[in-house]
């Protein structure tokens, strides 16, 4: 009998021992020695903020000595596919990056954690410090599921020598539609390929472009409006650059060119390009400079936003959360950002901003910010990816003169519909 009392309390013993190291209420698990490691997947550090990244993982492990921070990078045209598997494998990583576009569809799927609650309890951390549209793209359903860590966005990028020797003014904040299209048919010279004016034809784009005219693809409930005459005005414009006026090179001109290597060729009056850019233009042969996109109706600006989330299946969420926080908020994270022009932080602090403002080129920096003003989301849709490819292929058809414009729309609003539906 006392044998059995003996072995019965080892056994308990052990139990406890057990669950002290794994999950407990609050959802976290600690190793031996009190530390908890975390998973971060990502995508925007390699392959060539790899360091960079390195240097934010050590400032975050000083500020948090129980907490080591184990870092998995995937090259961005793999990652989704290795991440959704990793999810439905079980074996989802603690922290993981996602875009703003397909931030929707995994926190529509039930694979986010809620970091609301870790927010309210936060001292350290206040949403002001952030810019607040950047830290509202990632909530859903009312509750925050994830934490902004960079945005982006497109200007219009244009070359002064070119604009000069065709004897046209630079584009102003004011410039419409029609400014851009009578400069750029100006800027074309058909014979030393030359074109006025670059923007792709896809549905990155385009969704911009109808919002710049006043129109959207998807209404308050989400369901698709796509076939509407404003829409259809936006993507007349869209073509008719390339198979109309031909200020713009057709697939077959760029013959596999980027369009990156036709504006430094300079064979581009204009392109319609990321702020990511301004480090591969910086040592351009000839003098370049941005400034905000025309609109037809009104302005609208894209908004391309990275953000972490945490998965709900972690037994680790508050170290996750703690991790996320950081690379949203930190100062540390944002003057590393800024120094090594790693995107742009959310923050809303001007100076860690400024050396970013005094940079040149481009000279019109503020340009950067001005667009926040008339920023444009990506549709929050589920099965984004699907309704994209479908779109650019459709689109593709329109520029090869397969399909009319009408008839694109006319497809699209039956697929989206049908994509939607199931």
Same mark, same amino acid.
């Given at each position: ?5 003996? +072995? &019965? ?84 990583? !603690? ?18 954690? !809620?970091? +609301? ?32 860590? +960079? ?88 073509? !008719?650059?390339?198979?109309? &006026? ?16 036709? @504006? ?13 850019? @301004? ?24 908004? @391309? ?5 945490? &998965? ?10 703690? @991790? ?5 908020? &930190? ?56 309704? +994209? ?34």
């Amino acid at each position: 009998m006392k044998k059995f009392w003996f +072995s &019965s309390v080892l056994l308990l013993i052990a139990i406890l021992s057990l669950v002290a190291c794994s999950s407990d209420d609050s959802g976290e698990a600690e190793g031996k020695d009190g530390t908890t490691e975390i998973t971060y997947y990502s995508f925007s550090a390699t392959p060539d903020y790899e360091d960079v990244l390195a240097d934010i993982v050590e400032a975050f492990e000083k500020e948090n000595p129980n907490i080591k921070v184990n870092t998995e990078l995937v090259a961005y045209a793999d990652y989704f596919t290795k991440l959704q598997t990793r999810i439905a494998g079980g074996n989802a990583p !603690d922290v993981f990056e996602l875009n703003y576009e397909n931030f929707i569809q995994y926190a529509s799927k039930g694979t986010l954690a !809620d970091l +609301s609650g870790y927010i309210e309890e936060d001292e350290s951390f206040d949403p002001a410090q952030l810019n607040q549209e950047a830290f509202k793209a990632y909530q859903y359903d009312g509750k925050q599921f994830g934490m902004v860590e +960079s945005f982006s966005n497109v200007l219009t990028f244009y070359n002064k020598d070119l604009f000069d020797k065709a004897g046209v003014e630079y584009p102003t904040e004011d410039w419409t539609w029609e400014d851009e299209l009578e400069a750029a048919k100006k800027i074309t010279d058909e014979e030393n390929n030359v074109w006025g004016t670059y923007a792709p034809t896809t549905m990155n784009e385009y969704f911009k472009i109808a919002a710049q005219n006043g129109g959207q693809l998807f209404n308050e409930e989400g369901k698709p409006t796509v076939q509407s005459e404003a829409n259809l005005e936006a993507l007349n414009y869209m073509v !008719d650059k390339v198979t109309e &006026s031909g200020v713009s090179p057709s697939p077959a001109e760029m013959s596999g060119q980027a369009p990156a290597d036709l @504006f430094l060729n300079g064979q581009l009056g204009i392109v319609h390009t990321g702020i990511w850019m @301004f480090g591969a233009f910086k040592d351009a042969s000839f003098e370049w400079d941005v400034e905000l996109e025309a609109g037809n109706t009104q302005k609208a600006h894209h908004f @391309f936003a990275n953000g972490l989330a945490v &998965s709900k299946d972690s037994n680790k969420k508050e170290a996750a959360y703690k @991790f996320a926080a950081f690379m949203s908020a &930190s100062e540390q994270v944002a003057k590393l950002r800024v120094e090594n022009s790693w995107e742009l932080p959310a923050i809303t602090n001007e100076k860690i901003l400024q050396p970013y403002l005094e940079q040149t080129p481009p000279e019109n920096r503020e340009a950067v910010f001005e667009a926040l003003d008339t920023l444009v989301l990506p549709p929050a849709v589920n099965e984004w990816s699907k309704i +994209s490819d479908v779109t650019n292929q459709e689109f593709e058809k329109a520029l090869n003169g397969d399909k009319t414009p009408e008839e694109v729309l006319e497809t699209l609003q039956s697929e989206y519909e049908q994509i939607m539906n199931n």
